[in-house]
């Protein structure tokens, strides 16, 4: 049972327009998100994250949108650059149960920024 | 040191094997985590310690798994009797509090 899902293995897009990177969970517990980066070879290294009392959360060129009531969040990337290209999870977790530093990811996306 | 520090980086070891997997956090960190990442999966909660609490081992896929962490900072992720689907990157993770784990470069362990 995935209560985190990245339904796209992959994305390839150009350098300079917008990468849209898609979350769905279905544990309505769940209340902070965050999304990490992995390069090959390299551990996860955290990107950017939000509560679930936003529903927006912006850092430079990185915004990462909450929607509850789908249960969906997505990550923008814009501009899009070639280093940007690795493998984005999400991640959820839940502060129910005292248990907050224990997080649920996804699969992840590879993503392709092409020059 | 400045980041998390895992060895090996890579094991090859015989079914039936037992082998021991090392993690060294970020100084000063209380927490400290160990994930796994199979083949074409995401990242599995295995364990969590922090400080002198008792470690949430809910994660651990069976009892040939075990982990201790000596002295607040040095853990050993044991796996005993390996075996094929045990193959995959274990990912060790250090952090002062919730959520902002440091990962290390992880171990990747096949087993055949």
């Known amino acids: 049972d995935q209560q985190v899902k990245q339904n796209s293995p992959s994305l390839s897009v150009q350098e300079g327009r917008i990468s849209i990177l898609n979350c769905d969970y279905t544990n309505s517990m769940f209340d902070y998100f965050l999304w990490y980066k992995k390069y090959p070879a390299e551990g996860p290294t955290f990107l950017i994250s939000i509560s679930s009392i936003k529903d927006k959360n912006e850092d430079g060129r990185f915004t990462v949108f909450l929607n509850k009531s789908a249960k969906h969040l997505s990550l923008h990337i814009v501009p899009s650059q070639p280093g940007d290209s690795a493998v984005y999870f999400c991640a959820a977790s839940s502060n129910s149960g005292g248990s907050n530093y224990k997080l649920t990811f996804g699969k992840g996306t590879l993503l392709t920024v092409n020059p | ?112």
């Open chain 2, 1 to 112: 040191g400045a980041g998390v520090s895992q060895s090996p980086s890579n094991k090859v070891t015989e079914k039936g094997k037992d082998v021991e997997l090392r993690c060294d956090p970020i100084s000063g960190h209380t927490a400290l985590y160990w994930y796994r990442q199979s083949l074409g999966q995401g990242l599995e909660f295995l364990i969590y310690f922090q400080g002198n609490s008792a470690p949430d081992k809910s994660g651990l896929p069976s009892d040939r798994f075990s982990a201790e962490r000596t002295g607040g900072s040095v853990s050993t992720l044991t796996i005993q009797r390996t075996q094929q689907e045990d193959s995959a990157v274990y990912l060790c993770a250090s952090s002062l509090g919730p959520w902002g784990y440091t990962f290390g470069s992880g171990t990747r362990l096949t087993v055949v």
